[in-house]
């Protein structure tokens, strides 16, 4: 899917926000042919890592707070001076919430709407405003297939589903006003996907997501970079939530 896409990214400028599992896979897949790469997570030790992994001195690694507004701006600043507007902008930063609904705490609903939702807010305002003055750009934000259908066999908390929810509605009703810029801004939301945030989930989980998927099996991360490249750079998405979810998005 990547490899119908990859020339629209060669000598282009692309950040992600979000160095761990998908975005990672994200990085990777770019590194190859991007001009200039940026990559923002919390975690400097998730940064670390990929950066050696990666081992490319066109990659620039920046800790970044996503629920900050002012941190974001000052993101966004560096990002200006440095490699300027980017081509290509992705958002694949969350959390999994998945206590029972009964035990959910308000915390635990503010941490969630916090980093899932209002994170994203914070970047896609900042990085619009930097594409617009160039009258092109590409926001893709990583949402859930949780985020419309809900499954007996998860324990995925109903604060992440509306979290997700949000982010296709969102995505939906900027992309209206983002289009006459030459912006286009999509969702995609993927299945179960075989990343660190999975490990959280219990055996049975596992089990279920064996019986519900077309081959028994998670997503596979770099499979849902690929989609992620394909929609950012194909002219004919935009306000789209694309999905992936492997038949797990199916039946009741």
């Not at 890592?49 to 974001?72: E, F, M, N, P, T």
Request: net charge neutral; with cysteine.
């Amino acid at each position: 899917m990547f490899s119908r896409v990859a020339d629209q990214y060669r000598g282009s400028t692309a950040v992600v926000v979000g160095a761990g599992g998908i975005g990672g896979e994200i990085v990777r897949l770019l590194t190859p042919s991007i001009g200039s790469l940026v990559v923002a997570d919390h975690n400097d030790a998730v940064l670390d890592q990929l950066a050696g992994q990666i081992g490319s001195a066109k990659l620039l690694k920046r800790k970044l707070d996503v629920c900050d507004s002012a941190a974001v701006e000052d993101f966004a600043h560096f990002l200006s001076t440095t490699v300027g507007a980017p081509h290509f902008f992705f958002y694949t930063a969350g959390i999994l919430t998945v206590e029972p609904f009964a035990q959910t705490t308000a915390r635990d609903w503010e941490r969630a709407v916090a980093v899932n939702l209002t994170g994203a807010f914070h970047c896609s305002k900042a990085i619009a405003d930097l594409m617009i003055p160039q009258k092109r750009g590409s926001i893709v934000l990583l949402g859930s297939i949780a985020g419309t259908k809900a499954r007996s066999g998860s324990r995925v908390n109903p604060v992440y589903n509306v979290t997700k929810a949000g982010l296709a509605a969102f995505v939906n009703a900027a992309s209206m006003q983002l289009r006459g810029h030459g912006v286009r801004i999509n969702c995609i939301s993927p299945g179960p996907t075989a990343t660190p945030m999975m490990d959280v989930q219990p055996a049975q989980v596992h089990e279920a997501i064996r019986e519900i998927t077309l081959d028994s099996r998670m997503n596979h991360p770099a499979e849902v970079a690929e989609l992620a490249l394909f929609v950012a750079a194909h002219g004919r998405f935009t306000g789209e939530d694309v999905c992936m979810g492997g038949g797990a998005g199916l039946g009741g």
